[in-house]
């Protein structure tokens, strides 16, 4: 039980950095980001409300107890990250690492979050 939690945090706080440092880009650097929304052929409106999803996404994450709203944050985390990894792919610009990173992050955090849940 002891080395799910220890798992579960260290995999969750890595993936939390991650997604921050994606919302600061989203609100920091806004003309790079909308290049490369750009590019992927996305509204470049989404950046701003995309960037405070993902923060909800992280409150979810860490404030919400064994919830739906939660596996919701999962689910969602889940579809970006596979999107982003997909419109990576699409473009050719080999930059998606980074979304195979926090997929395998969230996936890890995900299952030991779920055994230590379920005691």
């Given at each position: 039980m002891k080395t799910n939690k220890i798992v579960y945090y260290i995999t969750t706080s890595l993936l939390s950095l991650?997604?921050?440092?994606?919302?600061?880009?989203?609100?920091f650097n806004h003309e790079e980001v909308a290049k490369m929304f750009t590019s992927f052929g996305y509204p470049t409106y989404i950046i701003y409300p995309y960037a405070i999803v993902k923060l909800l996404g992280l409150v979810a994450l860490?404030?919400?107890?064994?919830?739906?709203?939660?596996?919701?944050?999962?689910?969602?985390?889940?579809?970006?990250?596979?999107?982003?990894?997909?419109?990576?792919?699409?473009i050719g610009d080999g930059e998606q690492m980074g979304a195979v990173v926090a997929m395998v992050l969230l996936l890890i955090s995900y299952t030991t979050q779920k055994k230590i849940s379920n005691g």
């Amino acid at each position: 039980m002891k080395t799910n939690k220890i798992v579960y945090y260290i995999t969750t706080s890595l993936l939390s950095l991650l997604i921050l440092f994606s919302a600061a880009m989203y609100f920091f650097n806004h003309e790079e980001v909308a290049k490369m929304f750009t590019s992927f052929g996305y509204p470049t409106y989404i950046i701003y409300p995309y960037a405070i999803v993902k923060l909800l996404g992280l409150v979810a994450l860490w404030f919400f107890g064994s919830s739906v709203i939660k596996e919701w944050a999962y689910a969602g985390f889940s579809f970006a990250f596979i999107l982003a990894f997909f419109a990576h792919v699409m473009i050719g610009d080999g930059e998606q690492m980074g979304a195979v990173v926090a997929m395998v992050l969230l996936l890890i955090s995900y299952t030991t979050q779920k055994k230590i849940s379920n005691g």
